[in-house]
C-alpha cells in the first residue's frame, strides 16, 4: 500500500527541470533608518533605494532585483508609509486603491484581482492583509510591439502599531516565475519586523 502510494505521488509530482529551479540564494539582515523595519534580503539581488523624496514624501523603501534572464523582471520590494504619506491616507486606502483596477472592478480583459485576506508575517505574527492580483503588461511601450506579459503579484500590508503608518512588503514576477521566486519573498515576509 506504501509503494502505491508513493508511485501515485510520484506520478502526479510536475516534473522539474532545471529551467524550473532557482538556486537558493544568500541571506543578509537588512536594517532601515530609523528602524523602521527590518529582514533578511537575498545578498546577491540587486538593491536599489533612492533617498531623494523619503522625508518629504513620508516613506521609506528598498527595491531588489532577481539577477535573471527573463523578459520581466523578478522584484521584490518592502516600504514604509509614515502617517505623514503624500500617497496614501492609511493602509485601508491602500488596500482600496491595490485591490481593484481605477474602474473598480476585480476582474478586466487585462487584470484579475483576488480578495484581500487577513494573514500574518514575521516571527511575532504581526497582522498584516495580503493580496494576489494578475496584470497584463506590454513589454515595448515605445513601440507598436503586442509582446506583453501577466504579471502575478503578492501584497502584504502591515499596519504598525507603535508609531503608526504601515507597510507593503510587494513581490511581483511573471506567472511562469512567480513560484520560482516565491520561497525567497516568503523568506523576507518570515523574518520581517516593523515599527
Not at 513589454?139 to 503608526?164: D, M, N, Q, W
Not at 512588503?169 to 512567480?178: Q, V
Amino acid at each position: 500500500m506504501i509503494r502505491l502510494a508513493a508511485a501515485l505521488i510520484f506520478c502526479l509530482s510536475p516534473v522539474l527541470t532545471a529551467k524550473d529551479v532557482v538556486k537558493p540564494p544568500k541571506y543578509k539582515v537588512y536594517s532601515m533608518d530609523k528602524d523602521y523595519f527590518s529582514c533578511v534580503i537575498p545578498a546577491d539581488w540587486q538593491f536599489a533605494r533612492d533617498t531623494s523624496y523619503e522625508e518629504a514624501d513620508g516613506f521609506y523603501g528598498i527595491e531588489l532585483s532577481a539577477p535573471s534572464s527573463s523578459k520581466a523582471p523578478v522584484s521584490i520590494s518592502v516600504t514604509y508609509y509614515t502617517p505623514e504619506s503624500v500617497d496614501f491616507d492609511g493602509h485601508d486606502d491602500f488596500i482600496r486603491r491595490n485591490s481593484r483596477n481605477v474602474l473598480g472592478e476585480t476582474k478586466s480583459p487585462t487584470e484579475t484581482y483576488g480578495p484581500v485576506k487577513k494573514a500574518t508575517v514575521g516571527k511575532a505574527g504581526a497582522k498584516a492583509f495580503s493580496l494576489d492580483r494578475e496584470r497584463k503588461r506590454f513589454l515595448h511601450l515605445e513601440s507598436k510591439s503586442e509582446e506583453s506579459v501577466v504579471l502575478r503579484e503578492t501584497i502584504y500590508v502591515v499596519p504598525a502599531a507603535k508609531k503608526g503608518g504601515f507597510h507593503v512588503l510587494h513581490f511581483s514576477a511573471s506567472k511562469a516565475d512567480h513560484g520560482k521566486y516565491l520561497p525567497v519573498f516568503r523568506r523576507l515576509v518570515d523574518s520581517f519586523k516593523g515599527v
